[in-house]
């Protein structure tokens, strides 16, 4: 395994132990690959991708809920709080924006 891998995974698991939650998921993945050195978090940070940011918005999707499953999406229902549809393709007129 490259070293930058290993070190998104080990950054992961922290990210997931801070937030006190049993699994990884992508989340942590994606919160990791904001901070350890790599051709990655170069391409979030010229985009504006900031760790501080994907974790704040993070717990304003998540509110107190846990990762606790190898399922946790499911309990956020993302899409429908900020795209207000009542699914992905939520019918004729409705927009992922």
Known sequence: MARETQDVLNQAQKEA?????????TEHLLLALAE?????RDILSVNGVKHSAILA???DIRGGQRVTDQDPEAKYQAFQKYAGIGGIGGGRGSSIR
């Not at 132990?17 to 998921?25: A, M, P, Q, T, V």
């Not at 350890?36 to 990655?40: E, H, L, N, P």
Request: hydrophobic content about 40%; proline content about 0%.
């Open 17 to 25: 132990d801070r937030l006190r939650d049993e699994y990884i998921s």
């Open 36 to 40: 350890v050195k790599s051709v990655a």
């Open 57 to 59: 918005a993070l717990k």
